[in-house]
T-cell receptor, first 113, second 116 residues
C-alpha cells in the first residue's frame, strides 16, 4: 500500500457527531488525496493537498474539511456527520508531480447511523 | 470536463479464456489513462497507464490495455484469465489541458468474475 496507513479502519458514529480520519504516509510524498467510494459512483475526489498547508477542493467537498500541518499526515474531518457520508474513504498519494498515477491506502469504512 | 464510462457493471469469463473490460473516456485535451484493480476489503492497486507512445500498454499480472484515440477507448485485456483475476476494475482519466490537472476521474467500476 505504498507506505500509506489510514486510521481508523472502521468507525460507526451517530448523525451530528464530528469525525476525523487520518492518512499517514512514510515517504514524504508531496501530493495527497482523499476519495470516497460508493456503489455505482466509483471513486470521487473530496479534497487534495499539494503540500503542507496547501489544499484544494475536489468534486464532492461539501460537508468535509481537511488539514495538512505535516508532510506525512493528511486529515479529513466531517464537522457534523450525516447518513449520506456513510462510505468507504480512501487516501492516495502521488510520488511526484510527473508521476501521474496515484497509490492508495487500505481505506476506512465509515458508517453514520 | 473529463469523464470516464465503464459500460459493463459485470463481466463473466471462463478461466483460460481471454478477457476484456471496456472503458471509454471524454476529455478536451490529451488523455492520461489508468487502470486499477480492487480486491475485496482492499485499496486500489495500480495496474497500468497510458501517457504517450505505443498504443498497447503492458502492465502488472499479465494485463495490457489498448489506447484507441479515434474511438476514445482504453480497454483492459488479458489473453488467458485466472480465477484470481476476479476483482473490481476501475478505469481513470486525467486531462492535463484542464484546470484540474492533478485530479483523476474514475469510472464506476466493472466487477470481473472468472469462472473455474
Amino acid at each position: 500500500d505504498a507506505g500509506i496507513t489510514q486510521s481508523p479502519r472502521h468507525k460507526v458514529t451517530e448523525t451530528g457527531t464530528p469525525v476525523t480520519l487520518r492518512c499517514h504516509q512514510t515517504e514524504n510524498h508531496r501530493y495527497m488525496y482523499w476519495y470516497r467510494q460508493d456503489p455505482g459512483h466509483g471513486l470521487r475526489l473530496i479534497h487534495y493537498s499539494y503540500g503542507v498547508k496547501d489544499t484544494d477542493k475536489g468534486e464532492v467537498s461539501d460537508g468535509y474539511s481537511v488539514s495538512r500541518s505535516k508532510t506525512e499526515d493528511f486529515l479529513l474531518t466531517l464537522e457534523s456527520a450525516t447518513s449520506s457520508q456513510t462510505s468507504v474513504y480512501f487516501c492516495a498519494i502521488s510520488f511526484t508531480r510527473e508521476s501521474y498515477e496515484q497509490y492508495f491506502g487500505p481505506g476506512t469504512r465509515l458508517t453514520v447511523t | 470536463a473529463q469523464s470516464v464510462a465503464q459500460p459493463e457493471d459485470q463481466v463473466n469469463v471462463a478461466e483460460g479464456n481471454p478477457l476484456t473490460v471496456k472503458c471509454t473516456y471524454s476529455v478536451s485535451g490529451n488523455p492520461y489513462l489508468f487502470w486499477y484493480v480492487q480486491y475485496p476489503n482492499r485499496g486500489l492497486q495500480f495496474l497500468l497507464k497510458y501517457i504517450t507512445g505505443d498504443n498497447l500498454v503492458k502492465g502488472s499480472y499479465g494485463f495490457e490495455a489498448e489506447f484507441n484515440k479515434s474511438q476514445t477507448s482504453f480497454h483492459l485485456k488479458k489473453p488467458s484469465a485466472l480465477v484470481s483475476d476476479s476483482a473490481l476494475y476501475f478505469c481513470a482519466v486525467r486531462d492535463l489541458s484542464s484546470g484540474s490537472a492533478r485530479q483523476l476521474t474514475f469510472g464506476s467500476g466493472t466487477q470481473l468474475t472468472v469462472l473455474p
